[in-house]
């Protein structure tokens, strides 16, 4: 079944505790990206990946890192996550760089306390 | 100014009701995407188009590029499809998102 999965789901932390949330996709798609969704703000891009090794900030980038070493792995890192970091997150893929169809993670509910 | 603003942001029918959802933007696209999102959080994309209308059973998407704005029609509603509607554009390999509408359908 052709699907983005995200793990954990859900997760509560505290503050400063670096953790990694892990994207996977199994459609050989090049272009995979982050997103948060916050009340009121919506959905917003956090950094997106054109292909192996090549990513690129999206427009709320700051505390957050990522890597794609391989194709169906993009995993997000916070290093020392903080409370403004509480959020829904998705990832997302698209067989090539937009526009096309994006797939949709089923979104990993973080608390930092 | 939001770059893509949707209208309007609650709307409450009645099965069976005829449904409209708006959508604006101000910048230069390469797309547009329509996208439900269901209680449990999930998000599926329903259509991406860059000119004229699609039709997928009782949803249509249309868009009309000098005025930058479409629309998402929902006809003979259904209680199935209280869902969140957001709409996107893609520009590039970036993509912005309105607030969403929250859409009820009661029985």
């Known amino acids: 079944e052709a699907q983005v999965t995200q793990n954990p789901r859900y997760l509560i932390t505290v503050t400063g505790k670096k953790l990694t949330v892990t994207c996977s996709q199994n459609m050989n798609h090049e272009y995979m990206s982050w997103y948060r969704q916050d009340p009121g703000l919506g959905l917003r891009q956090i950094y997106y990946?054109?292909?192996?090794?090549?990513?690129d900030k999206g427009d709320v980038p700051e505390g957050y890192k990522v890597s794609r070493k391989e194709k169906r792995n993009f995993p997000l890192i916070l290093e020392s996550p903080s409370p403004n970091q509480t959020s829904l997150y998705f990832c997302a893929s698209s067989p090539g760089a937009l526009p096309f169809e994006q797939y949709f993670g089923p979104g990993t509910r973080l608390t930092v306390t | 100014k939001n770059e893509v603003e949707q209208s309007p942001q609650n709307l409450t029918a009645q099965e069976g009701e005829f449904i409209t959802i708006n959508c604006s933007y101000s910048v230069g696209i390469s797309a547009l995407h329509w996208l439900q999102q269901h209680p449990g959080g999930g998000i599926v994309s329903l259509f991406m188009l860059s000119s004229g209308k699609k039709k997928h059973g009782r949803l249509i998407a249309t868009i009309n590029i000098q005025e930058k704005h479409s629309s998402l029609h929902i006809t003979a509603s259904h209680p199935r499809d209280s869902a969140v509607y957001i709409c996107a554009v893609s520009f590039g390999y970036d993509m912005r998102f309105g607030a969403g509408t929250r859409l009820t359908v009661k029985p």
């Open positions: 990946s054109m292909n192996v090794e090549v990513t």
